[in-house]
């Protein structure tokens, strides 16, 4: 199986980096392929422009995008599978990463009306994953209720909704800074994460 695997963490010395480098590791050791989107180091652009919005209050799925918003698609394309790997920061993702659903899953890509008004996509993923390291354990995520929304939004809107067929979420917790007491636990999941996907 082939993956689309995006990162978005602004530092390789971050724990988040190493759970990517580990669920790497497994998918190679799987014999699956990937490519690999850092956000941050590929500078994306994270922040939807005047134009690219009215382009997408046009509801011309023909519209063109931006170039980078392009090659983003065409990586979407490329790939069986996707995979985001990041940090629970304020319980989302790094805006970078919201900027990055805002600008590439565009109308006429990731959705559009048919003739019926019947919601369609473009994409057309057999599965994705979200590896999200929070420094909260799971255990509160869950008791708050946070861990729910995280996942209602990730997995239901920005993925299901628009061509995904199925979808999951881990989150790997309890990662505090200081407190080691998870590290390993949590580096080992993403791994076999990357075997077994």
């Known amino acids: 199986m082939h993956l689309y695997v995006v990162f978005a963490h602004p530092s390789k010395g971050s724990f988040s980096y190493a759970v990517l480098q580990a669920f790497a590791r497994g998918l190679r050791e799987a014999g699956h392929t990937f490519e690999m989107g850092d956000l941050y180091e ?5 922040e939807l422009d005047e134009g690219q919005y009215f ?9 063109p995008v931006p170039d980078d918003v392009k090659a983003e698609q065409d990586k979407i394309d490329r790939a069986d599978a996707l995979a985001f790997v990041y940090p629970v920061w304020w319980s989302d993702c790094p805006a970078k990463l919201k900027g990055w659903f805002d600008r590439v899953l565009t109308y006429g890509y990731a959705y559009f009306y048919d003739e ?10 057999e599965k994705a994953l979200v590896l999200c390291s929070a420094g909260h354990t799971v255990q509160h995520l869950e008791e708050t209720g946070i861990a729910e929304s995280m996942r209602c939004i990730m997995l239901n809107d920005r993925l299901l ?12 917790g309890g990662m505090m800074p200081g407190d080691d007491t998870y590290r390993r636990e ?11 996907f």
């Open 161 to 172: 909704g628009v061509g995904v067929k199925t979808a999951q979420m881990e989150i790997l």
């Open 55 to 63: 382009r997408e209050l046009g509801l011309d799925p023909d519209a």
């Open 116 to 125: 019926d008004e019947q919601r369609s996509s473009r994409i057309s993923i």
């Open 42 to 46: 590929m500078g994306f652009e994270s």
């Open 186 to 196: 949590n580096l080992s999941r993403a791994y076999e994460l990357g075997r077994a």
